[in-house]
């Protein structure tokens, strides 16, 4: 187990311009973000971190929300504040960076998820699961995996995200995800720090929040906590997306995204 003391791994684009820093969601990498960074690293700085336990960072002993944010917040500078964009695990991480170490953070953008607690885990447990059972078996071939794990993950387009993170490991295959401690805290991931951040005044930085039309995890039910922490917020849905709006439809969420960076 690698020590939480190594930064998290980075992949930088652009080299002009104000610096983007993207935060991706359970089971992501830092390059799942490669389309929406290219665009950008015309005239940006573009930063696509691998989050703790996930890709090519080193992995925990244990998930924890504000251990995540401090480690990203280490990749900050208050002499060059960010527009910092996170996507669902991402973004919270990325709203308690902003809470914590408002003078690294210029303006936050939060991609389809809220400071809430949500309820529906199970999914995800049932995904690890089915990839748990894949892991040290022998590497044949890839549609192999892909086979194995249909009955737990029907949609081919989620199984082919989650085996983004597939990788052979001598004659076996492995996930990059530390998958065996986010299944054993997937409770605690799903969860919102709230008595972490309570004590701290909320952000008054800009604050783009971003939603699909088909997702549940941006509602009107959601917005009171969302403005309590974060005034200054504005909601923009993006139609025929869900959760994954920013792979669903990223054509409208660059242009979007430009806007608020610019």
């Not at 953070?105 to 699961?129: I, K, T």
Request: hydrophobic fraction near 45%; proline fraction near 6%; charge should be negative.
């Amino acid at each position: 187990m690698a020590s939480t003391s190594e930064p998290l791994h980075t992949t930088e684009l652009g080299d002009a311009g104000a610096r983007v820093v993207f935060c991706h969601g359970l089971f992501g990498q830092g390059k799942n973000w490669t389309q929406i960074g290219k665009a950008l690293a015309q005239d940006h700085r573009v930063t696509l971190v691998d989050m703790p336990d996930h890709g090519r960072s080193p992995w925990s002993a244990e998930f924890d929300f504000v251990d995540a944010a401090d480690q990203v917040a280490g990749l900050l500078s208050a002499d060059d504040p960010v527009v910092l964009v996170g996507h669902s695990l991402g973004g919270k991480v990325a709203m308690i960076v902003a809470l914590r170490h408002p003078e690294l953070v210029e303006r936050l953008c939060v991609v389809d998820v809220s400071p809430v607690a949500y309820a529906h885990s199970e999914e995800f447990r049932n995904y690890m699961d089915a990839m748990l059972e894949v892991a040290g078996a022998p590497a044949g071939s890839r549609s192999e995996v892909d086979e194995a794990l249909r009955p737990a993950v029907p949609n081919a387009t989620v199984r082919a995200f989650l085996m983004q993170n597939l990788h052979r490991d001598g004659d076996r295959w492995a996930w990059r995800p530390n998958l065996e401690l986010l299944r054993r805290d997937l409770a605690e991931l799903s969860d919102w720090p709230a008595e972490e951040v309570a004590g701290l005044p909320s952000y008054d930085g800009a604050v783009l929040w971003v939603a699909g039309a088909r997702s549940h995890y941006v509602t009107d039910e959601y917005t009171p906590a969302m403005e309590a922490l974060f005034p200054r917020v504005r909601r923009v849905t993006i139609k025929d997306a869900g959760h994954w709006v920013h792979s669903e439809q990223p054509e409208v969420f660059i242009e979007v995204l430009r806007r608020f960076a610019d």
